[in-house]
């Protein structure tokens, strides 16, 4: 294996992962253009598609840790990669939230003047969302919370795992399930 390349793919795939992502809900906050979940959705879905089509090559693709973790509980990745994979994708994640915030951090600031809200406070949330999940100020339990994100995590490693299963004779062609994995998210 090479550890310099492997880490690398992960890093540059979940940076793109990142900045289609986040910049989606960047682009709905700052400028009101999505008008829904499923476009953000959608935006979401093609970054991690096209990550995994541009990476590939390099790496595993897994870019989230659930997923890393998960391929090492079962066998499917050595435990000592383990490491250089989560390092890589923490790295693409905060520099695709850096770049998130350099392109734009200026807008961010503008829609914060114009609402009046200052960074911290709870009304914050509404500006810092492109960047995670504040359920909290939702009126959504913690609990709730917590299951609906283990639930999510485990439906998208279930899915994986069944369409990246040699074994699995329903599954799509290698050249199409980078495609049915971004759907899934």
């Given at each position: 294996?090479n ?6 793919g992960?890093?540059?795939g979940?940076?793109?992962?990142v900045?289609?992502g986040?910049?989606s809900v960047a682009?709905?906050?700052?400028f ?10 959608i ?5 991690v598609c096209?990550a995994i089509?541009?990476?590939?090559n390099?790496c ?5 840790p ?16 383990v ?6 994708q ?7 939230a ?6 734009f ?5 503008q829609v ?12 914050s949330?509404?500006?810092a969302?492109?960047?995670g999940?504040?359920?909290?100020f ?6 709730h919370?917590?299951?609906?994100e283990t639930f ?6 279930f899915l994986?795992f069944?369409l ?19 759907l899934?998210?």
């Amino acid at each position: 294996m090479n550890y310099l390349r492997e880490g690398t793919g992960e890093l540059i795939g979940t940076f793109f992962l990142v900045l289609f992502g986040c910049g989606s809900v960047a682009v709905s906050v700052c400028f009101n253009e999505y008008h829904g979940i499923f476009q953000i959705g959608i935006v979401w879905g093609i970054g991690v598609c096209l990550a995994i089509y541009a990476t590939r090559n390099i790496c595993n693709a897994h870019f989230n840790p659930a997923v890393t973790l998960a391929m090492a509980f079962c066998r499917r990745l050595s435990w000592r990669d383990v490491p250089l994979y989560l390092v890589g994708q923490f790295g693409g994640a905060f520099l695709g939230a850096l770049t998130v915030y350099g392109l734009f951090g200026s807008n961010i600031a503008q829609v914060e003047a114009i609402q009046g809200i200052v960074r911290g406070s709870q009304e914050s949330a509404a500006t810092a969302k492109m960047f995670g999940e504040y359920y909290s100020f939702s009126g959504i339990s913690m609990g709730h919370a917590m299951f609906a994100e283990t639930f999510g995590t485990f439906v998208l490693v279930f899915l994986i795992f069944a369409l990246t299963e040699g074994a699995n004779v329903g599954r799509p062609d290698n050249a199409i399930t980078p495609l049915f994995i971004g759907l899934t998210v």
